[in-house]
């Protein structure tokens, strides 16, 4: 069913579009979208692009991912870590993403690294507080539990808090890959040559509505195939911890 509403939402585009109700300068046609894509596909140049986009959002992820569960398993479980962490984390996690960028320009340049930095940060935050949170909420009769067996604090956390809690960290890097694909747009315009956020600024200064909006729907498509890709991976583990 979820292919319901774009199929229609496409048809009525295309027939509007027919139909002379928008303007292809604002808004081609899907037709003409899938022409720029194929255009681009053939040229090769595409594969680059998406390479390389893909590539960025990999490695941040990755490295923002990491940070983020390491702090939120620390927070989460420790009330002192959270006490002195949480507040200045906070904090940072409500700058707007395009105010790191002059800063990453400055620290690192206008190469890969300022671009990553920018990608990771993206992703840390939503890790680090989802991941938090569901420890935080982890039913306390199961650590009750754990004590009555005298459980040390590494078999609590290894048997009672991290399988308790792994629901929480797989939503939690499902929203650290989303704001990855988000960043990656604004990590794109730090002096890059290649990738579909450049894609997009370069049509833009050329007003190519058909190129930028071919480049939307190219992250749509990643960004659903990603986040696919990484729900089935956490319903299996999920899947593999009920069975165990």
């Known amino acids: 069913m979820g292919w319901i509403l774009p199929v229609f939402l496409v048809i009525f585009w295309q027939a509007a579009s027919s139909l002379g109700m928008i303007q292809a300068e604002w808004l081609p046609a899907p037709l003409t979208i899938a022409r720029t894509l194929y255009e681009l596909g053939r040229s090769g140049e595409l594969r680059g692009h998406i390479g390389i986009t893909a590539l960025r959002v990999l490695i941040g992820f990755v490295i ?37 960028v002059p800063l990453f320009l400055l620290w690192l ?10 990608i990771a940060t993206g992703v ?10 569901g420890i935080e909420q982890v039913d306390r009769k199961l650590l009750e539990v754990g004590e009555l067996f ?3 604090a590494g078999s609590q956390i290894l048997r009672i808090i991290l399988p308790a809690a792994l629901p929480s960290w797989i939503t939690a ?9 988000m960043f990656v747009v604004a990590a794109e315009l730090m ?9 997009m600024y370069d ?3 050329t007003s190519r509505a058909d190129v930028i909006i071919a480049s939307i729907v190219l992250f749509a498509i990643l960004g659903k195939v990603s986040d696919g890709l990484l729900a089935l991976g956490g319903a299996h583990l999920l899947r593999y911890q009920k069975a165990g």
């Open 124 to 133: 840390f935050f939503p890790v680090y507080l989802t991941l938090a949170s």
């Open 203 to 205: 049509a833009q200064q």
């Open 173 to 181: 890097l499902r929203s650290g890959l989303s704001l990855g694909w």
């Open 150 to 152: 005298e459980l040390d």
């Open 191 to 199: 002096g890059a040559s290649k990738g579909l956020g450049f894609l």
């Open 64 to 100: 923002g991912a990491a940070a983020g569960t390491v702090a939120g398993a620390l927070t989460g479980y420790s009330e002192k870590i959270r006490r002195l962490l949480d507040p200045t984390l906070q904090a940072l996690r409500n700058i707007p993403s395009m105010a790191w």
């Open 109 to 118: 340049g206008i190469f890969e690294e300022s671009k990553i930095a920018l």
